[in-house]
């Protein structure tokens, strides 16, 4: 046998062996081989570790005494199977060899996948045509529907969502990628995920136990830290978790910059000022995409990494009146300040200029929204169909090669102003195809949300007519490299596979765990303590009230029904207080409420009413008239619509949840002069002027469990957190204020004297004045 270039034989010869060894002293061979199951695993001495299954039909070449995978099984060891040569040179010479179908299917990023795939609700699926719980499938199986993505549409990148568990996860990437490592050239499935480290409020911490993932603040918590290290380590534990569950793509940071106080998504940011939301990027793109030690393959990439997708450029931040573009009555962002500068700092500053050795975020996802009046030419489209935004602006002036990526479903149709449907903002004349044509040809490499290969494969038939095969083939194969390049650098190429049990033993460890709660308790923070009403002495007597939760519907449109209980687990409240239901028997109070919760901006009974449909969002608890509101919006139009002023000046509003101010106004009466704690759970700024004059302490999370802020409320921990956004003395302040403007509002001054400004935050000797209000505090 010809050890110098062997071609191991017949998977299913191998799989009758249970282990096999090949020592360096065998003629030259630098490789060993084990069975896992049907995995088998090779080890290159001194380069990577190989996975592959022995289901898929692929084997072994080697080359010096190295093992590769003849992953197109011709029996020839081509460019893209030589681990040895760089990402580059891989992904052109893989590129080179796909066909234009292939590509198309790499230019794809699915819906959102539940594992296993419920039988209802949004994105549903089936096994052999049933439904789960009918199929006697396993969980970690594969859907119909995934079989098909991933077959006949050649789809590798998968958006996953729930996962019942982290060792079901882990199998359900194996089963995956055996599929796809036996297709045609054996590109490997590159998943992905929106952020999964969210706090369960009510769930418990021990510092001796681990769970199904690390719980850390919202991203608005993480930057109320003010510490752009926690963040990096944040990513650096987040992309070790992300990659034992398969998850080799992050669709996040989100990096826009919350100017618009309004609006809904501000939650998901890093706040409103530049210079900190510009390091807060840099260090968590750093942090996720970062291989260190034997863990790292090249260029700071490796087995750890994972591909940070920054969203959304150029910043979604600056929505007319808050209102969000997942919807058309949300479609246009406007610059009445023409601002534009600050909106891109998170991005050119931050996430592009990474302080690691991967140098930038590798991909990057432009918003729904139309840029209004930005584009020299005078057109308002959607930025992923625009030339100037992408294609003159971020591959051109700014020089970005990576990866740009729709967000999910700008193709389809827009069926009305206010459903959850298409959003091909600004094109709606053209086609299906023709808005993937029009995408393309502004520079964009991929289409979320996508699991149809038919549209991108008739947009590269009207490029052919328009600029003949070779330029668009050659158009097509530079998205296929940059695409084929991230997959490469992560090492999915030489082992996508996962060992379960590691998995589970992996994601939420304990000390991730902690890592997390020690960020949860530092993103606490304390804006009043009047009498030094905090902390409360452990052990004392707490009265915690009852909250009402009105009726609602989610951002999806499903309604919720209206409910009633204690806020928080009374369970871990009892680990620290007495705690009692008769207000009269009570050392102090302690009521938990939301921030308000002002609507989306959009009123169906409005229209029915004879109006346009639009009206406030407002910031405060109580009614709420919009007098100092535009009498003519800066943006308007839309096919569903036959004018196109949005004005609801005039107009009355209430938050939904209203009733969170009236259980402050009444535990107060209940209460009398008993120190009075209020913690708001928070999502977007407030305004405190309501609420504020009935506590005597008040304390805002992000995003924590009860046991942090049981913590804080009993002097375990000592608050450090600092406003990430500025909080508004009143609604007259958020109608006048710039879209695209930081830190450009009036703000609340409360009965101690301090103002509810960006970087204020409390301890317990007082104003916090550190180093990091020298540094962001000042303006620059």
């Excluded at 998170?346 to 590798?362: C, H, I, N, Q, V």
């Excluded at 009444?666 to 004059?693: N, Q």
């Excluded at 600092?722 to 703000?747: F, I, K, N």
């Amino acid at each position: 046998m010809d050890h110098s270039r062997e071609t191991r034989v017949a998977a299913a010869a191998l799989a009758t062996a249970s282990l096999l060894v090949a020592t360096s002293a065998c003629s030259g061979r630098r490789w060993t081989e084990t069975e896992q199951g049907t995995l088998w695993v090779v080890a290159n001495e001194g380069g990577p570790t190989l996975g592959y299954s022995s289901t898929s039909g692929v084997t072994l070449l080697t080359d010096a005494g190295f093992a590769f995978k003849d992953l197109n099984r011709n029996g020839a060891l081509d460019p893209y199977e030589d681990w040895r040569l760089s990402a580059d040179e891989r992904a052109k010479d893989l590129a080179s060899k796909m066909s234009v179908e292939q590509i198309a299917g790499l230019m794809l990023y699915s819906s959102h996948q539940a594992i296993p795939a419920g039988a209802r609700g949004f994105r549903p699926g089936t096994y052999d045509g049933k439904p789960y719980e009918e199929s006697g499938a396993d969980p970690w199986a594969l859907s119909d529907q995934q079989r098909q993505f991933l077959t006949e549409d050649d789809l590798r990148h998968v958006l996953i969502t729930t996962v019942e568990s982290p060792e079901i996860a882990a199998r359900w990437n194996n089963e995956a990628q055996a599929l796809v490592e036996g297709i045609g050239l054996g590109i490997p499935a590159n998943n992905s995920s929106d952020p999964r480290h969210r706090t369960t409020a009510s769930a418990e911490y021990d510092a001796g136990s681990g769970g199904d993932i690390s719980m850390w603040p919202g991203e608005l918590g993480l930057a109320a830290t003010f510490d752009p290290s926690l963040v990096r380590e944040f990513g650096r534990i987040a992309s070790i978790e992300y990659r034992a569950l398969g998850i080799a793509t992050a669709l996040s940071p989100q990096i826009d910059l919350a100017t618009e106080p309004r609006w809904s998504r501000t939650s998901g940011t890093f706040g409103e000022d530049p210079a900190l939301a510009t390091d807060m990027a840099r260090a968590y793109a750093d942090g996720f995409q970062t291989s260190a030690g034997d863990r790292a393959i090249g260029s700071g990439w490796g087995w750890d990494s994972v591909n940070a997708m920054v969203k959304h450029w150029p910043s979604g931040g600056p929505e007319e009146g808050g209102r969000d573009a997942h919807f058309g009555y949300g479609r246009y962002a406007v610059y009445p300040s023409d601002n534009m500068k600050d909106q891109l700092r998170p991005f050119l500053e931050g996430a592009f200029a990474l302080e690691g050795p991967t140098g930038m975020a590798s991909a990057v996802m432009p918003y729904y929204t139309v840029a209004f009046g930005q584009d020299p030419s005078g057109e308002n489209v959607g930025i992923a169909y625009s030339e100037y935004f992408i294609r003159e602006q971020l591959r051109g002036q700014h020089g970005y090669d990576g990866v740009v990526c729709t967000d999910w479903g700008i193709t389809r149709d827009e069926t009305a102003v206010d459903a959850f449907s298409g959003r091909p903002f600004g094109v709606e004349a053209l086609s299906e195809d023709e808005r993937h044509y029009r995408v393309i040809s502004a520079g964009v490499d991929q289409f979320g949300g996508n699991d149809d290969a038919g549209p991108v494969v008739e947009a590269y038939r009207l490029g052919v007519e328009e600029h003949g095969e070779e330029a668009m083939r050659a158009r097509f194969e530079e998205s296929a490299v940059r695409l084929l390049r991230n997959i490469l650098r992560a090492g999915l190429f030489e082992n996508p596979y996962l060992d379960p049990e590691r998995t589970a033993a992996t994601v939420g460890q304990p000390d991730f765990m902690t890592a997390g709660f020690e960020a949860q308790l530092r993103s606490i923070v304390m804006l009043k303590n009047r009498n030094a009403a905090l902390p409360l002495e452990k052990q004392l007597t707490l009265y915690v009230p009852e909250r009402y939760v009105p009726e609602r519907v989610t951002f999806f449109g499903r309604p919720i029904p209206a409910s009633s209980g204690h806020p928080i687990n009374l369970d871990i409240a009892k680990k620290y207080f007495q705690v009692t239901d008769d207000p009269k028997a009570a050392d102090a109070a302690l009521v938990v409420v939301e921030s308000p919760d002002g609507g989306p901006g959009y009123s169906r009974d409005d229209v029915e009413a004879g109006g346009n449909g639009y009206v406030p969002i407002t910031l405060q608890y109580g009614r709420y008239t919009a007098e100092h509101a535009r009498a003519t919006s800066l943006a308007g139009g839309d096919p569903h619509e036959d004018f196109t002023n949005r004005s609801y000046q005039g107009k009355t509003t209430t938050a939904i949840n209203t009733t969170d101010l009236d259980l402050v106004r009444d535990t107060r009466r209940a209460i009398g002069d008993k120190p009075l704690i209020v913690a708001v759970e928070m999502s977007k700024p407030m305004v405190f002027s309501e609420l504020e004059p009935h506590a005597d302490a008040i304390l805002v999370g992000f995003g924590v469990q009860d046991q942090a802020l049981m913590e804080v409320v009993s002097g375990g921990a000592e608050p450090s957190g600092l406003l990430p956004m500025q909080m508004p003395a009143d609604m007259r302040t958020v109608e006048e204020q710039h879209e695209d403007v930081p830190r450009d509002m009036e703000c609340h001054v409360d009965s101690e004297g301090n103002t509810y400004d960006f970087g204020f935050g409390l301890s317990w000797q007082g104003v916090i004045d550190d180093a990091r209000t020298a540094r962001y505090r000042g303006r620059d």
